[in-house]
């Protein structure tokens, strides 16, 4: 058994940031491994300056290089648009593995607009990643109102393969104000780099999760 955390985005584009959280939540968390999981298309988000999926892919290759995060396309492989139906086809291929997922205090404002948004966290743990200026409206989010009964403490978030979901966790993790919005403000083109086949954009270097 690996115990795995799962971090869902757009990663448009991926930065220092996604990797310092990360690592910082594997050590909180006591993971073995935290895969990415890079969305073909958030619903929740518009397709007005989201760039192609291979770049994204890419740029999350790229920053993820020489660590324990794996960067996955298995959202594509799968054809899944929402997370509920992609975290029940990762249990189902892969029984043998504890999952936590991750989401960005920013993110709980929204989860109640996510699909079957009940049905997911009654799934798996959910551990949620400290983000600069949304501690107050991650605690008020509508989602919480039913999440609150389920609130696990920070300090025992090493055990969460222990707990029965639905049950949460605020951890408390070092800062990073890096912006995916603000990077793509400096630089509109990043992606183009990627799209010419850039450091890491040979598709021998994919690391397929969903496979066996």
């Known amino acids: 058994m690996k115990r795995i955390g799962l971090l869902g985005g757009s990663f448009n584009p991926a930065h220092r940031g996604h990797r310092r959280i990360s690592l910082a939540a594997m050590r909180a968390l006591d993971l073995d491994e935290l895969w990415w999981l890079v969305s073909p298309g958030n619903p929740l988000k518009p397709a007005d300056g989201m760039a192609d999926y291979e770049a994204r892919l890419q740029s999350a290759r790229e920053v993820a290089r020489r660590s324990p995060i794996r960067v996955s396309d298995f959202e594509r492989q799968m054809g899944t648009r929402y997370t509920v139906d992609t ?59 039913w999440l609150r009964w389920f609130v696990r403490p920070r300090a025992k978030a090493k055990e969460w393969t222990a707990w029965s979901a639905p049950a949460i966790t605020f951890l408390r993790l070092p800062p990073d104000t890096t912006s995916a919005t603000r990077l793509r403000a400096r630089n509109p083109y990043w992606h183009r780099r990627f799209l010419r086949g850039g450091p890491v954009g040979s598709h021998k270097q994919r690391n397929n999760l969903g496979r066996p």
């Open 87 to 145: 975290v029940a086809a990762l249990i189902k291929r892969h029984p043998q593995h504890r999952f936590i997922w991750l989401m960005g205090e920013d993110t709980v404002a929204q989860f109640h607009q996510w699909k079957n948004w009940r049905k997911l966290a009654s799934m798996l743990p959910i551990a949620v990643v400290s983000r600069p200026g949304y501690d107050d409206e991650a605690r008020a989010a509508r989602a919480m109102g």
